[in-house]
């Protein structure tokens, strides 16, 4: 099982570390208690120390405990924002990482009520951080939900599957549209978790997203989760097409697709 944590750093460090200007973040001088829960692939949330804002993330490449002179390397080599001073003997834990991610959308840690671990009683919002805190997948994946903006396209996901599945035998063309409606916003959703940039840079350079956005979205969705994704988003184009824009599906026809939309609505729950 992978652990992981959240982390504290100032407001500067995480804005230098959005700016790729971090690939290390140093733990004050004097722990000694090994990071034993931390290893490669563990996600870092830091929180900003004064405010506890919940800027961002970054996923540990390497843990590491460094002697003072790899350290003044490191920090020589601009690796490091805001460095301590070592004495010759004195070593001090790192953690090596490629990448900080920014959260579009700040949060504090005192509004996130909903959040728990699998094992804790009260949410994190409640928890006192003091330096570091471990987290499991379950709050992790809670977090990003929320700072990374997946929670408003997963709860609309989920209206529009309720509303196209209550409306299906009275108002197939309506239905049509809301069932497309879920799914194009479940691949949003599943497009921002599994952080496929490249689309996401394409979204934010037009203002919105565009059908050559979603379908080469869905197109990478189904390369990590399978061939049943494309499945249920070429069925939920027919609907939009077919169903809705040409009115040219009854009830039975939407019916039979709507197995699979459901399926996928339910399914990215677990991914996001």
Same mark, same amino acid.
């Given at each position: 099982?992978?652990?992981?944590?959240?982390?504290?750093?100032?407001?500067?460090?995480?804005?230098?570390?959005?700016?790729?200007?971090?690939?290390?973040?140093?733990?004050?001088?004097?722990?000694?208690?090994?990071?034993?829960?931390?290893?490669?692939?563990?996600?870092?949330?830091v929180?900003?120390?004064?405010?506890?804002?919940?800027?961002?993330?970054?996923?540990?490449?390497?843990?590491?405990?460094?002697?003072?002179?790899?350290y003044?390397?490191?920090?020589?080599?601009?690796?490091i924002?805001e460095p301590?001073?070592?004495?010759?003997r004195e070593?001090?834990? +790192?953690?090596?990482?490629?990448e900080?991610?920014?959260?579009?959308?700040?949060?504090r840690? @005192? *509004?996130? #009520? &909903?959040?728990? %671990?699998?094992?804790?009683r009260?949410?994190i919002?409640?928890w006192?951080?003091?330096g570091?805190?471990?987290?499991d997948?379950?709050?992790?994946?809670?977090?990003?939900?929320?700072?990374?903006?997946?929670?408003?396209?997963?709860?609309?996901?989920?209206?529009?599957?309720?509303?196209?599945?209550?409306? +299906?035998?009275?108002?197939?063309?309506?239905?049509?549209?809301?069932?497309?409606?879920?799914? @194009? *916003?479940? #691949? &949003?959703?599943? %497009?921002?978790s599994?952080?496929?940039?490249?689309?996401?840079?394409?979204v934010?350079?037009?203002?919105?997203w565009g059908?050559?956005?979603?379908?080469?979205?869905?197109?990478?969705?189904?390369?990590?989760l399978?061939?049943?994704?494309?499945?249920?988003?070429?069925r939920a184009?027919?609907?939009?097409t077919?169903?809705?824009?040409?009115?040219?599906l009854?009830?039975?026809?939407?019916?039979?697709?709507?197995s699979?939309?459901?399926?996928?609505?339910?399914?990215?729950?677990?991914?996001c």
């Amino acid at each position: 099982m992978v652990y992981h944590s959240i982390l504290l750093a100032s407001e500067d460090w995480c804005k230098q570390a959005a700016a790729g200007k971090a690939k290390v973040y140093s733990f004050l001088k004097g722990r000694r208690k090994r990071i034993k829960a931390l290893a490669p692939g563990s996600v870092c949330i830091v929180l900003t120390k004064k405010t506890h804002i919940v800027y961002g993330e970054f996923t540990v490449k390497e843990v590491k405990r460094v002697a003072s002179r790899e350290y003044r390397s490191l920090v020589e080599k601009g690796l490091i924002i805001e460095p301590q001073e070592l004495q010759p003997r004195e070593k001090v834990w +790192v953690l090596f990482f490629d990448e900080f991610v920014e959260y579009p959308i700040k949060v504090r840690k @005192e *509004e996130l #009520v &909903k959040v728990y %671990t699998s094992t804790s009683r009260k949410p994190i919002s409640e928890w006192p951080i003091l330096g570091q805190t471990y987290i499991d997948d379950k709050a992790l994946r809670e977090i990003r939900r929320i700072a990374r903006g997946i929670q408003p396209h997963l709860e609309q996901a989920i209206s529009f599957l309720e509303e196209g599945r209550r409306i +299906v035998k009275e108002n197939p063309v309506q239905a049509s549209e809301k069932l497309y409606r879920a799914v @194009e *916003e479940a #691949v &949003k959703a599943l %497009t921002i978790s599994l952080n496929l940039e490249e689309i996401l840079r394409k979204v934010r350079e037009r203002g919105e997203w565009g059908i050559n956005e979603l379908e080469k979205a869905a197109l990478k969705i189904s390369e990590k989760l399978g061939d049943w994704f494309t499945v249920a988003w070429d069925r939920a184009l027919v609907l939009y097409t077919l169903g809705h824009r040409e009115a040219k599906l009854d009830s039975e026809d939407v019916e039979k697709r709507l197995s699979d939309i459901e399926k996928l609505v339910e399914k990215i729950q677990e991914y996001c």
